[in-house]
């Protein structure tokens, strides 16, 4: 039993750190306007097919080196998607911007549709996949079983947590981050102080789709296998983890995403994996009414 459960710690740890990493582009889009991306995760599911094409590529041209081979499809991937996420805010998001909070939020589901159907249309409806990158795995022995954790997991947990450090770095210390949390603050008096609000909307949204990017090249090394539907449910987990840590706080969508990712993986091993997407969705509903604001939120406080 102990075996389980620390392999099933492993595995939600690794899991729940991808969680976070989509869960970021969520609660930074809630944090600055206030509305929920619900395009954000078919902007994971393309750059899985980005992440796919950009290593057929790659070895094509012969490309065998795993550190050059995941440095440029990480380059490219994080690249395109960004672009993605600033066209969804500048088609989707900023005509709509002065409008009901109602409008935003059905552009953003007809955006997902869209996402969804060019992908098919593009790439086809069966599975796509791709090889094992990185081969081999650390063995402990507990008892008379053992925990495996392989090298892919250990390059997933320590590029997840790299991005967050990057990012947080870029939040609090630089003069984007600062504008960032003065939008986030008051967005008309950012833009009195001479801040140009629209432009630091289009970066969030860039930023979150950089984000889901680096969880779509490192699910796609992990799992190997995804279609044109894989972002509705790790979308909606990945929602489930904003909201579990609060949503609008950034180490809060981190500290969500590990905790789901580890209760999941926990209910998995323990009790029936059939029912694991039943647990996370039931949990998303227990936060929202018993806890709306989060781990680390913050109830919303009327401005009078």
């Known amino acids: 039993m102990d075996g389980i459960f620390l392999q099933q710690l492993i595995n939600g740890l690794t899991l729940g750190a991808v969680y976070g990493l989509i869960a970021i582009g969520y609660t930074m889009v809630y944090g600055i306007i206030g509305m929920i991306n619900f395009a954000h995760g078919e902007v994971y599911m393309v750059s899985a097919y980005l992440a796919?094409?950009?290593?057929?590529?790659?070895?094509?041209?012969?490309?065998?080196?795993f550190p050059l081979l995941i440095l440029g499809t990480l380059v490219f991937t994080i690249c395109i998607t960004g672009l993605y996420g600033y066209v969804i805010e500048r088609i989707a998001y900023k005509p709509l911007r002065n409008s009901?909070?109602?409008?935003?939020?059905?552009?953003?589901?007809?955006?997902?549709?869209?996402l969804q159907?060019?992908?098919?249309?593009?790439?086809?409806?069966?599975?796509?996949g791709v090889p094992t990158l990185l081969d081999g795995a650390f063995k402990f022995h507990i008892g008379e079983g053992f925990v495996q954790l392989s090298y892919?997991?250990?390059?997933?947990?320590?590029?997840a947590f790299l991005g967050m450090a990057v990012l947080t770095y870029v939040i609090q210390y630089t003069k984007l981050g600062r504008m960032c949390r003065a939008t986030q603050q008051d967005r008309k008096m950012a833009s009195i102080l001479g801040i140009n609000t629209d432009r630091v909307i289009s970066y969030v949204f860039v930023i979150g789709a950089s984000m889901a990017a680096l969880a779509g090249v490192l699910i796609t090394m992990?799992?190997?296998?995804?279609?044109?539907?894989?972002?509705?449910v790790i979308g909606i987990k990945a929602f489930t983890a904003a909201v579990l840590g609060g949503i609008?706080?950034?180490?809060?969508?981190?500290?969500?995403g590990i905790l789901l990712g580890v209760a999941e993986a926990?209910?998995?091993g323990m009790v029936n994996t059939d029912y694991?997407?039943?647990?996370?969705?039931?949990?998303?509903v227990l936060i929202l009414i018993f806890r709306p604001q989060g781990l680390l939120g913050r109830p919303l406080v009327a401005k009078v």
Request: avoid cysteine; hydrophobic fraction near 55%; proline fraction near 2%.
């Open 52 to 65: 796919a094409i950009s290593l057929a590529v790659l070895a094509f041209f012969g490309l065998e080196s």
């Open 100 to 114: 009901t909070r109602l409008a935003p939020l059905i552009s953003a589901i007809g955006m997902s549709l869209i």
């Open 276 to 284: 694991k997407d039943v647990f996370s969705f039931g949990l998303l």
């Open 222 to 232: 992990n799992y190997g296998t995804f279609d044109f539907y894989a972002g509705f």
């Open 152 to 159: 892919t997991k250990v390059f997933i947990l320590i590029a």
């Open 248 to 256: 609008g706080s950034l180490p809060g969508a981190m500290l969500g």
């Open 266 to 268: 926990q209910f998995s």
């Open 117 to 128: 159907n060019y992908v098919q249309l593009a790439q086809g409806a069966r599975q796509q």
